[in-house]
């Protein structure tokens, strides 16, 4: 009877382990993309300030509490402004952000060949 309980043990705790483990590696997924406000461009996962300490655990117990990823990330943003993510949304306010980079290659591209052409002349 003592094996048998042992046994029940054991297999309860393997059983809730890789829970907890894929906990662990979303929560940390989620606090890679989010910025420390305290630190100069370090994230919350690799911070040690009391700010990324205390974000961690709200990140924590809002992956207790059943929310999604999106669902963090907007209770974040609500709370400290869009400038915490890493990785922002795409809106309105971040147009140039994301767009920017893009009109920069074809600027680029366009002088580098305007400046072929002219050679070629």
Do not use: H
């Amino acid at each position: 009877m003592k094996i048998l309980k042992i046994f029940v043990i054991i297999q309860i705790l393997f059983y809730f382990s890789p829970l907890k483990a894929d906990q662990k590696i979303f929560q940390n997924k989620i606090t890679k993309n989010l910025r420390c406000l305290i630190c100069q461009g370090q994230s919350v996962y690799d911070s040690d300030s009391e700010f990324a300490t205390s974000l961690k655990l709200v990140v924590k117990n809002k992956i207790d509490e059943g929310l999604s990823e999106d669902q963090i990330y907007k209770f974040l943003t609500e709370k400290y402004g869009e400038w915490i993510l890493y990785d922002p949304q795409f809106n309105k306010n971040t147009y140039l952000l994301w767009f920017l980079p893009l009109l920069l290659f074809l600027f680029g591209g366009t002088m580098i060949f305007k400046k072929l052409i002219k050679k070629q002349r």
